[in-house]
């Protein structure tokens, strides 16, 4: 299925923005602190033309679904809400956007934590500013799609998703100072490539865990007198805390130590052994794993020429991330997935 096909006509403008996995840097986000994304393969194409009429007209390959809708009336339910969210915030700020035909595919994975959605955003987001000539920069494209998910979709997400869509490439990391946006492109550790893959644990508990976690974050952020945990750089700190907090303040405490250790060019090795400690953090200190998880973790964990892992995205369920020897990549994730799915799980391979 084409833009073609579904619209009678031939789309104006192409655009296309990946997915993203998160190295390093989890539950930082929200917390002011410091994240280490890379892009993947997989990415979302938006193709656009202008609507033969006032409506606007969205269609999904993925979801076979279309929708229809009147631009000056309410937002729409569904996927559509997202690129409708999209041309809402550049409306408000200050864009003319006329009535759009718009068609999405993509090999994103959706809802599996590998980020379709910021993908949805930054694709169309993209196609939008050379339809119309928009001037942004890739900064402030990945800020309107936050916007648009938070203000439209009704998720409370921090920056990372959009940033890294917007910014990163499959052959580099992407660090991101989240408070100030301050980044830096680096390259993989030497010798080293990553394998994602999908505990096929639905992330069920995932939104309200994810409150949770903010609000005990905040808490612990006030009694501790700072703005945010990212203001705090040794663990000892936290002792004082009353638990739950002590604990959640030490994973994001030794957490943004960790992405920042894996600034200074350090070896693969190092840099698995600091996704391993990030691993246990989240499962001890910030209780957001689960047993596949823990179970999918410690087979990467015991396979050979696999150096780091870890579950990554918000926990609950989804997917975990390892760095692996260069080219052992695809050999490795099938074992692991055949050791795995032999535990009664049924995991997936997402990249290799
Ligand atoms: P993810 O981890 O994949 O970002 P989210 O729950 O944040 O998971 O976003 C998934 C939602 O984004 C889908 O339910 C859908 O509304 C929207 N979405 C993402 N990709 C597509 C697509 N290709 N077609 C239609 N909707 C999409
Ligand atoms: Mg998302």
Same mark, same amino acid.
């Given at each position: 299925?084409?833009?073609?096909?579904?619209?009678?006509?031939?789309?104006?403008?192409?655009?296309?923005?990946?997915?993203?996995?998160?190295?390093?840097?989890?539950?930082?986000?929200?917390?002011?602190?410091?994240?280490?994304?890379?892009?993947?393969?997989?990415?979302?194409?938006?193709?656009?033309?202008?609507?033969?009429?006032?409506?606007?007209?969205?269609?999904?390959?993925?979801?076979?679904?279309?929708?229809?809708?009147?631009?000056?009336?309410?937002?729409?339910?569904?996927?559509?809400?997202?690129?409708?969210?999209?041309?809402?915030?550049?409306?408000?700020?200050?864009?003319?956007?006329?009535?759009?035909?718009?068609?999405?595919?993509?090999?994103?994975?959706?809802?599996?934590?590998?980020?379709?959605?910021?993908?949805?955003?930054?694709?169309?987001?993209?196609?939008?500013?050379?339809?119309?000539?928009?001037?942004?920069?890739?900064?402030?494209?990945?800020?309107?799609?936050?916007?648009?998910?938070?203000?439209?979709?009704? @998720? *409370?997400?921090?920056? =990372? %998703?959009?940033?890294?869509?917007? $910014?990163?490439? /499959?052959?580099?990391? +992407?660090?991101?100072?989240?408070?100030?946006?301050?980044?830096?492109?680096?390259?993989?550790?030497?010798?080293?490539?990553?394998?994602?893959?999908?505990?096929?644990?639905?992330?069920?508990?995932?939104?309200?865990?994810?409150?949770?976690?903010?609000?005990?974050?905040?808490?612990?952020?006030?009694?501790?007198?700072?703005?945010?945990?990212?203001?705090?750089?040794?663990?000892?700190?936290?002792?004082?805390?009353?638990?739950?907090?002590?604990?959640?303040?030490?994973?994001?405490?030794?957490?943004?130590?960790?992405?920042?250790?894996?600034?200074?060019?350090?070896?693969?090795?190092?840099?698995?052994?600091?996704?391993?400690?990030?691993?246990?953090?989240?499962?001890?200190?910030?209780? @957001? *794993?689960?047993?596949? =998880? %823990?179970?999918?973790?410690?087979? $990467?964990?015991? /396979?050979?020429?696999? +150096?780091?892992?870890?579950?990554?995205?918000?926990?609950?369920?989804?997917?975990?991330?390892?760095?692996?020897?260069?080219?052992?990549?695809?050999?490795?994730?099938?074992?692991?997935?055949?050791?795995?799915?032999?535990?009664?799980?049924?995991?997936?391979?997402?990249?290799?």
């Amino acid at each position: 299925m084409n833009y073609t096909q579904i619209f009678n006509a031939a789309p104006a403008v192409e655009a296309l923005a990946p997915g993203r996995v998160n190295l390093l840097g989890e539950h930082t986000d929200y917390n002011d602190g410091f994240v280490l994304p890379t892009a993947i393969p997989q990415h979302t194409t938006v193709a656009i033309g202008f609507s033969p009429d006032d409506r606007h007209h969205f269609y999904s390959a993925e979801l076979e679904e279309r929708v229809d809708f009147d631009p000056a009336g309410a937002s729409p339910e569904g996927f559509a809400r997202y690129i409708d969210g999209c041309i809402r915030v550049l409306a408000a700020a200050g864009h003319k956007i006329p009535p759009l035909n718009i068609f999405v595919t993509s090999s994103v994975p959706i809802g599996s934590g590998l980020s379709s959605s910021a993908a949805l955003e930054v694709a169309t987001l993209r196609g939008l500013r050379s339809l119309l000539h928009l001037p942004l920069d890739d900064v402030e494209i990945a800020q309107l799609g936050q916007q648009a998910e938070i203000q439209y979709a009704g @998720v *409370s997400c921090g920056i =990372l %998703d959009q940033m890294a869509s917007s $910014l990163a490439d /499959t052959d580099h990391m +992407l660090f991101l100072d989240t408070r100030t946006l301050d980044r830096q492109i680096l390259p993989f550790p030497p010798g080293a490539e990553i394998v994602v893959i999908d505990s096929g644990v639905a992330r069920s508990l995932a939104t309200s865990g994810y409150n949770q976690r903010r609000a005990e974050c905040e808490a612990a952020a006030d009694q501790l007198g700072v703005k945010a945990l990212r203001d705090i750089t040794d663990p000892q700190q936290a002792e004082p805390l009353p638990e739950p907090l002590r604990q959640r303040a030490r994973h994001v405490i030794t957490e943004n130590n960790r992405v920042l250790k894996a600034l200074e060019g350090i070896t693969a090795a190092a840099f698995g052994k600091l996704m391993n400690d990030s691993h246990a953090s989240l499962r001890d200190d910030y209780e @957001v *794993s689960v047993p596949a =998880l %823990d179970t999918l973790v410690d087979i $990467l964990q015991t /396979t050979p020429d696999v +150096l780091g892992a870890r579950l990554t995205g918000a926990g609950f369920g989804g997917a975990c991330v390892a760095l692996v020897t260069e080219g052992r990549g695809e050999a490795i994730a099938q074992s692991t997935l055949d050791q795995y799915n032999r535990t009664g799980n049924h995991g997936h391979i997402l990249v290799s």
